[in-house]
């Protein structure tokens, strides 16, 4: 079990993404498990390896595991991206290196599972470098953010911009001053919850602000027709959440592909694999199986 450096070499065309080209910093990647499925897994927008530790664990004996640290997270070293630039380099090149690392290691018959900002990632990989992995699964996120259905392209690149600057303006005290109330609302499990805690204290600030940026201003969308493999997603049914809003909100982000299934996890939080751990495992598993999912419902408990 050790974390492998992934030395990577991309080549990019505008002069934004040159700057990230010739940036040293690679993800690093920790490897478990056994098993004939080889699995790449990548967490949220503030999460390192071990947001997925309990589920390589659980699963070690039916999967082999790479369990993805992009960086400007968990510690390791950010790119450099100009303060200004446009579109998404960031996101392309995280894309990229995962891509790569899948190559070099010449993983086969290879299933990407991502959380939240990391299921961006792992459809990028899926279209940006199609014939590198064989399913996609995404867990609690689509392709779009929410917060900018419905913008104009002007307003949604308005707010991009502001909530990249509102980052960028803060205090390294006052950015990580957000986590502490965040964990203790989102997870339960006292031995969970320090662990999250010291990922989200290992963020780049100003990497955590391209991201935002980023995040807000891409829309993969009309592209999910070009999957030519399943894709599979699973949403959370927020505790207190409005039942059809969220189910729509969740297929306007997802639907469009040719070979598509979504279920939906009844009263679970974000980080289902944490909330609904046994669940989550078999919706995986019939996933990867090219089974049908079913989803988590509180009725049938």
Same mark, same amino acid.
């Given at each position: 079990?050790? /974390? /492998? ?13 040159? !700057? ?21 897994? /990548? ?36 790119? /450099?991206?100009?303060?200004? !630039? ?149 949403? !959370? ?65």
């Amino acid at each position: 079990m050790k /974390i /492998i450096s992934v030395a990577l070499t991309l080549f990019l065309l505008c002069p934004a993404f040159i !700057a990230v080209q010739n940036n040293p910093a690679t993800p690093g990647v920790e490897t478990r498990g056994s098993g004939p499925q080889q699995l790449v897994l /990548i967490g949220c927008g503030g999460c390192d390896w071990r947001s997925w530790e309990t589920f390589m664990e659980r699963n070690k004996n039916l999967y082999t595991m790479h369990a993805v640290t992009l960086p400007g997270l968990g510690g390791i070293l950010p790119y /450099i991206i100009p303060e200004d !630039a446009k579109g998404t380099p960031l996101l392309d090149r995280y894309a990229a290196d995962v891509a790569s690392y899948i190559r070099r290691r010449g993983l086969k018959n290879v299933a990407i599972i991502g959380h939240s900002v990391g299921a961006t990632v792992t459809l990028k990989v899926a279209l940006d470098h199609p014939g590198v992995v064989s399913k996609v699964f995404l867990v609690d996120w689509g392709a779009v953010h929410p917060v900018s259905l419905g913008l104009s392209e002007e307003e949604k690149i308005r707010r991009a911009e502001k909530r990249r600057a509102d980052v960028r303006a803060m205090s390294d005290e006052a950015f990580h001053a957000q986590w502490p109330p965040m964990v203790s609302s989102e997870f339960k499990d006292p031995e969970r919850a320090p662990v999250y805690l010291d990922m989200f204290n290992k963020i780049d600030r100003m990497n955590s602000a391209q991201l935002s940026y980023e995040m807000m201003i891409h829309d993969m969308r009309g592209r999910l027709a070009e999957l030519k493999i399943p894709l599979g997603a699973v949403f !959370a049914m927020f505790a207190g959440s409005d039942p059809e809003a969220r189910r729509k909100e969740a297929r306007t982000v997802t639907e469009g592909a040719r070979d598509f299934q979504l279920v939906f996890f009844d009263e679970t939080g974000h980080w289902v694999m944490e909330d609904r751990p046994s669940e989550f495992d078999r919706v995986v598993a019939e996933f990867l199986s090219g089974g049908r999912m079913t989803g988590f419902s509180i009725k049938k408990k």
